[in-house]
């Protein structure tokens, strides 16, 4: 059984996981688990939880970016942990934060090179935010490219309660994964590597 620590900026991201340990109740998924149960049902469990503002930064021997900090620093607590595999998801928030991108990526590669094969890694960037990746899970065409507010006027339109986690899992648990659009890149790529880590698509 595989042990995965997951981090997320809140509750949509994280469900219970985003409350002190007393609080959470395994029962109460967010988007991240609840991809990763679309992914691969069985063979894996969540062993622990951070939220991206309370991520521990790495404390490194040169200038390093913020997010590339914030990436080791939850790969560290993830190996300390004794989990297998991370798991997060950092919203964009916008093309004006490409370099946000950039260093998440390279704290990635970073913690590949540091770990290797003993923490597997699912992480990335959803762009612009994981409310866009529930479009493209709903089928919707040029995900990436809409602002805030045609994001949240198409979920709307489909039922999804803003903010309300419950009404974002139901998203990911019903979405059709074989329909999701080829240009929605982020979302097919951080299922790419939770597929490499977890198993196979189904």
Same mark, same amino acid.
């Given at each position: 059984m595989k042990k995965v620590f997951i981090a997320g900026e809140g509750p949509n991201d994280l469900g219970s996981w985003a409350k002190e340990p007393q609080y959470r109740d395994p029962s109460y998924p967010g988007v991240v688990e609840s991809l990763l149960l679309r992914v691969n049902p069985s063979g894996w469990t969540v062993s622990g939880s951070r939220r991206w503002k309370h991520i521990r930064k790495y404390v490194a021997n040169s200038p390093t970016p913020k997010e590339k900090r914030n990436v080791l620093g939850v790969a560290l607590e993830a190996v300390e &942990?004794?989990?297998?595999?991370?798991?997060?998801?950092?919203d964009r928030d916008g093309p004006k934060n490409k370099k946000r991108q950039q260093d998440v990526e390279e704290g990635i590669r970073t913690d590949q090179e540091m770990h290797g094969q003993s923490l597997g890694i699912i992480g990335g960037m959803a762009i612009e935010r994981i409310e866009s990746w529930l479009c493209a899970l709903l089928g919707k065409i040029k995900s990436e490219k809409m602002g805030t507010s045609k994001v949240d006027e198409f979920l709307v339109g489909k039922g999804v309660?803003?903010?309300?986690? &419950?009404s974002m899992v139901d998203v990911v648990e019903k979405a059709e994964?074989?329909?999701?659009? &080829?240009d929605a890149v982020s979302l097919r790529g951080w299922l790419d590597m939770a597929n490499a880590a977890l198993g196979e698509l189904i």
């Open positions: &942990s004794g989990c297998d595999v991370l798991a997060f998801v950092r309660e803003l903010k309300d986690t &419950s994964m074989d329909k999701i659009p &080829s």
